[in-house]
């Protein structure tokens, strides 16, 4: 699933995209991807006429901004865009497809078929589902230590399930949890609550760290994600622990372990992010 990094990376490369062009017309092939409004045909004649004059991310999700209007598009599993000349043939699991006026398009291709489209009057999308009750932006300014603190602190879960859970904070993912809980040598069971203020600092640093380094690497490619332009990402081959079980770990050799916590694959180094005592009041 396209991550926070893979899907900044995308928003970088719409941005060059398709700022400035107009939608002509717009085809729908798969109507259940168009979730508001319930209408394809709605939808299509919405759109129709408006400019694109921006593109942002809120989490995992795209907010495509037009002129009055906000379209906001999660990729979920294999979801992707790429924009073309109209001439060129059109792929398969091709289920939307934005016709500008200038002869190019945006298309929309979902093997899988999970992604989903909600479009809005302008304002409307950040106070309504499925925007409404995410949390804090990782990098963003406002993610502070101490708002960060506020949000996982005093959580009673174990801090893997708690950095996964989308209203604490948003788009961080499987891969850049481990990533980060093993830049700050913090195992992934470890209860929450139980972080004292100087791991929750150093777990803070390692999440922001984690993510620019990922962003700046065009994000990971370990499976189909590819960018607007179709280039893939690059930070898997900067991955020190995220599946690489049964490997060497980078920093003290120790072979790398993989359980499941929250209900996903989850690497550690047992030598490097040893599991501290648990709270006792939670037993």
């Known amino acids: 699933m396209p991550e926070l990094p893979?899907?900044?990376?995308?928003?970088?490369?719409?941005?060059?995209?398709?700022?400035?062009?107009?939608?002509?017309?717009?085809?729908?092939?798969?109507?259940?991807?168009i979730q508001r409004p319930d209408d394809i045909d709605a939808f299509a004649l919405e759109l129709a006429g408006h400019t694109v004059i921006g593109v942002e991310r809120r989490g995992k999700f795209l907010r495509i901004?037009?002129?009055g209007l906000v379209l906001v598009s999660h990729l979920r599993m294999e979801g992707r865009y790429?924009?073309?000349?109209?001439?060129?043939?059109?792929?398969?699991?091709?289920h939307v497809i934005f016709h500008f006026n200038d002869g190019t398009e945006l298309r929309y291709k979902d093997v899988r078929q999970f992604g989903t489209m909600h479009l809005f009057n302008t304002g409307e999308e950040l106070v309504s589902k499925p925007l409404m009750k995410l949390g804090l932006e990782p990098l963003d300014e406002a993610f502070t230590v101490e708002a960060?603190?506020?949000?996982?602190g005093k959580r009673t879960t174990k801090i893997k399930a708690v950095l996964l859970n989308q209203a604490y904070v948003v788009g961080i993912g499987?891969?850049?949890?481990?990533?980060a809980l093993f830049?700050?040598?913090?195992?992934?069971?470890?209860?929450?609550?139980?972080?004292?203020?100087?791991?929750?600092?150093?777990?803070?640093?390692a999440i922001v760290a984690t993510l620019q380094d990922a962003v700046?690497?065009?994000?990971?490619?370990?499976?189909?994600?590819?960018?607007?332009?179709?280039?893939?990402g690059m930070f898997q081959h900067q991955l020190k622990i995220?599946?690489?079980?049964?490997e060497p770990c980078v920093t003290c050799g120790t072979l790398i372990e993989k359980s499941v916590v929250g209900g996903r694959g989850t690497h550690f180094c047992p030598n490097c992010q040893p599991l501290p005592l648990s709270d006792p009041s939670l037993a």
């Open 148 to 152: 960060f603190r506020d949000a996982v």
């Open 183 to 205: 830049r700050a040598g913090i195992h992934p069971e470890t209860i929450a609550r139980t972080l004292s203020e100087a791991h929750l600092k150093v777990l803070h640093e």
């Open 242 to 246: 995220y599946g690489r079980k049964a």
């Open 65 to 67: 901004l037009l002129d």
């Open 216 to 232: 700046n690497a065009g994000g990971s490619s370990i499976k189909s994600y590819v960018n607007g332009q179709g280039e893939m």
């Open 174 to 179: 499987n891969i850049y949890v481990d990533e």
């Open 6 to 33: 893979e899907v900044e990376t995308v928003r970088r490369t719409l941005n060059q995209l398709i700022v400035g062009k107009t939608i002509d017309h717009v085809t729908v092939s798969l109507p259940r991807i």
């Open 82 to 94: 790429g924009v073309y000349n109209q001439h060129e043939e059109v792929e398969k699991h091709t």
